[in-house]
């Protein structure tokens, strides 16, 4: 399910209401779409991002995701979407707020991240691609024509 609305009064990465909190970012360059893979599961791409801190905002959230994971900072960032799936590491209901963004600085590995990948998501890592970015993530951009169909 996508939702534009940006407000769902959770506050924590905790599961509330039986849904785990994410925060991911959609980060767009050249028609490609930023994923990363984590240490405990290198077979699997996701976007980067991650849960709130107790008493954090999504935006905080989003701002040290980027800095902890790929040592960079946000630049522009704008709500996309409420996707809600089931989440493919911990296997739980999970509403992910997904924010556009760009950022200054160049993508490494950091914190928990095992590698860095660009996808239009019809390429070799399509397979590799988290369900909810797969299935949710990807084809909204294609409808929103931020990303190539």
């Known amino acids: 399910m996508l939702s534009d609305d940006g407000q769902d009064g959770f506050a924590s990465g905790h599961p509330g209401q ?5 925060v991911a970012a959609a980060i767009l360059v050249g028609g490609r779409l930023l994923v ?3 240490r405990v599961a290198e077979g699997v791409f996701y976007l980067p991002g991650g849960k709130p801190e107790p008493g ?8 040290r995701e980027l800095r902890e994971e790929l040592g960079v900072r946000p630049l522009g ?5 409420l996707v809600e799936d089931i989440a493919a590491l911990e296997r739980v209901p ?6 556009l963004a760009t950022i200054v600085g ?3 590995p950091g914190a928990e991240i095992a590698k860095i990948g660009w996808t239009t998501g019809r390429d070799e890592l399509a397979p590799l691609l988290a369900p909810a970015v797969r299935d949710k993530v990807i084809p909204a ?9």
């Open 106 to 108: 160049d993508p490494l």
């Open 18 to 22: 039986g849904r785990l909190l994410v």
């Open 36 to 38: 990363v893979s984590k």
């Open 141 to 149: 951009l294609v409808a929103a024509r931020m990303l190539a169909g």
């Open 94 to 99: 999970m509403r992910m707020h997904v924010f």
């Open 56 to 63: 954090e905002d999504v935006h905080t959230t989003l701002i």
């Open 77 to 81: 960032v704008r709500h996309f979407a």
